[in-house]
């Protein structure tokens, strides 16, 4: 009994030992090895994954995500729903500091949220079912929407193209042009400290950052920065950045290619972590003009052409980065569901013969564009075209540069097919092709019904019941073909500890730090 | 010569005028929008159109054209749509990695081509010949990303005794032993640039050993290693130096696969990326000022052609 006592002691001292050795400390460079440079870190007008992820360590929001992608308060301290709904009231926290010194107050946030209303790239989304919005006192923000509208906290949580705040001055200023980098003033644990182009993007940590009190939980909660900076290096060949962490040159790594993912996983001197954030690729359909137009039989025969499958193979590398999935949203969400997927990923060359013939397809050239931009959207397309060749569809694919892509997508008599990938959403209403704005113009009577019932509905779980509809649509009128979800995976020093086996939808800097 | 000189500088200008408008044309012709690159994805029509007009991208083509030559005029090339930060000095920026690439690695290359040029050449169909001309060749065909990336692994990553990656400013930090940055690349770079050195040396070499002077050289009685170097080769060099002066230009601007591998910022990365990300006045900056550079150097060339054939002289 006494030597199973000592043994027990003995281990337990042993433990905490390790996990005082394992716990990071404050100090030190942190070099990240990322694929390109961001073109501006003002978050409320850019949407790039590489601005988001640097700038979401300079500025917040009123509202940020918890591990299980429920927004929760950040720069909110309380919030008071009232009128069922259509009226908020946000009590902003107090004595949090911008980086320039200055005290947070409703002001700013009324600047702030009045220019992403105007000119940022998800403001409207919001603001078109906010009838006024207005200040009470020196910190109280009241919205007052036009109908009761849910997806509200999830819009003001959702930092990439979202509402972070801004010095009043800095706002007022900026308008519709790009923040310049002297003005990049948040209230983040983190500041800017210098962009250097083509050598490094520099962050210095914010020693006066004001934390909430509440243990970290996914962006939320705690944010302890323990790194004394943070160097955003752009390394653009995959190569380079696997070669520089192993080396030590480098200490994070992102972007890196499918195919050497297990050999990494299984190398000592580097460490991975998977992004829970997963991505998908839409090939969207030209719902204005063109061959598809309107034809949704026609668009069930080429979705019924399609092996995802071998298609994600040859994008994505193993099978630990995907997974076969017909849901539009992962089953990390509560949003995941299997209503209608019953025709993803069938693959039946016949069915869609059949189908083809059906709709009246006499043979007419469909273009596919796509881009060599991006390595794994073209290696996705060539499968892609193969399988609907195969069916005896007239594909012409087109491959472009990004840019063009982009300018000849605007166009609608310009494609009939074009494909995209599409970052991780914790919001269905976040979806582009939901927009009908987006190139693709999906804009039919059932789905403005449903997508107005969704929007106005506050009951969670009727929410769902919609959301549901509105997927079981998608693949009647196939405004997009989805691939299965992909998880991009990161690379890292073992110097560091805290990183965990998988991080978020964009790594954060915050809570992990140099081991001892 | 001053006259020459003069004259040669006074015909560059119409070449300037031309270039300038042929790049803007061109440029202005190809598909794709900066502002719409720059918003991302998710952008808005309203909103791309927004910055088009922040960033004077919605006025007519032959104004903004005016806008662009007036600033030429007063020393301005505008300012980068993609970093918000004057032309010149962006450009400035990079030449620095760009300068001391092409510095290095041309003298590498002379210290090297040259010599194996000549060895070659002097023992021309024998084994060493043979064995010099097969090396050579392989390493002008080997892709320069593929030696970049087994350098780096073997240098950097197994021995680790150079850097992977990245090149800190020597011109900021006054440290000169970031140049220890450079070594792999400028390897990469030697090895393709110098097997062209080598292959022009000998068959220059060779042409000119066929020479009624050199045949009078040797009945003259002179040893062979007079003949080799003081007949022979600088009869030769005058193709040399017109490649090597062409080389010396290629390393500046057109090395964009190494400055990728090694993740340096230089001026080849910086003209790919800018043509994907359609930052016209950068585009149109590096390529007017590279081909202000291959004018000069074609000056300076046929300066040294005039030194080493007084023919041209006359």
Known sequence: MRKQRWILALTLVFALAAAACAAPVKGGLLRFAMIDEPPSLDQQLVTSDLGTMIAQHIFEGLYCFNAKYEPVPLLVKTEDIQDGGKTVVLTLREGVKFHNGKILDAGDVIASLTRWSKFGTRGPVLFSNIDKMEQIGQDQIKLTFKQPFAPWKNLLAFTNGGPVVYPKAVAEKADKGFIPPEEYIGTGPYKFAEHNPGRYISLKRFDEYVFRTEPEDGYAGKREALFDELRFIPVPDP?????????????????????LYESLKA?????????????????????????????????????????????????????????LSGSLMPDTTPWYSEAGIKNYNVHDVALAKKLAQEAGYKGEKIRYMTTTSYQYNYDYSTVMAQNLRDAGFNIDLQVYDWATLVSKRADPEQWDLFLTAHGFIPE????????????????????????????ETIDPVKRKEIWEKIQTLVY???????SGFHYVYYLYSPKIEGVGDSALIWPKFWGIGFGK | MLAYIAKRTISMIPSLILTSLLVFSFIHMIPGDPAAVMLGDNSTPEQV??????????????????IWVRGLFRGDMGQSIFFHQPVLKVIGDRAETSVFIALISIVMIILVGVPIGIVSAARCNTGMDQFLSGASMFFASVPTFWLGLNLMYLFAVHLKWLPTSGFPSILESGDWS?????????LTLVAPNSALIVRMTRSSMLDVARADYVKTA?????????????????N??????SVLGFTFVGLMASTAVTETVFSLPGVGRLIVESVLRRDYPIIQGIILIVALMYMIVNLVVDLIFAFLDPRIRI
């Open chain 2, 178 to 186: 970031n140049l220890r940055y450079l070594v792999l690349p400028c």
């Open chain 1, 476 to 482: 009647e009128e196939i405004p997009v073909m989805k």
């Open chain 2, 49 to 66: 159109e927004a910055l088009r007009e922040t960033l004077g991208l919605n006025r007519p083509l032959y104004v903004q054209y005016g």
């Open chain 2, 218 to 234: 040797y009945a003259k009685g002179l040893c062979e290693s007079a003949v080799t170097l003081k007949h022979i080769f600088r």
């Open chain 1, 267 to 323: 190398d000592s001197s580097v460490r991975t972590t998977l992004s829970q954030g997963a991505t998908q690729v839409f090939l969207f359909a030209n719902s204005s003009a063109g061959v598809l137009k309107d034809n949704y039989k026609l668009r069930q025969a080429l979705l019924a052409a399609l092996n995802i499958e071998a298609g994600q193979a040859a994008a994505f590398g193993p099978r630990g980065l995907w997974i």
């Open chain 1, 239 to 259: 190569g380079t950045r696997v070669n520089g962490v192993k080396a030590g040159d480098y200490d994070f790594a992102e972007q890196l290619p499918g195919d």
């Open chain 1, 428 to 455: 269905p209403a976040l979806f582009t092709f939901i927009s009908e704005a987006y190139p693709g113009w999906w804009k039919t009577e059932q789905k403005r019904s449903l997508t107005k019932e969704f929007s």
């Open chain 2, 236 to 241: 030769s060099l005058i193709s040399v130096v």
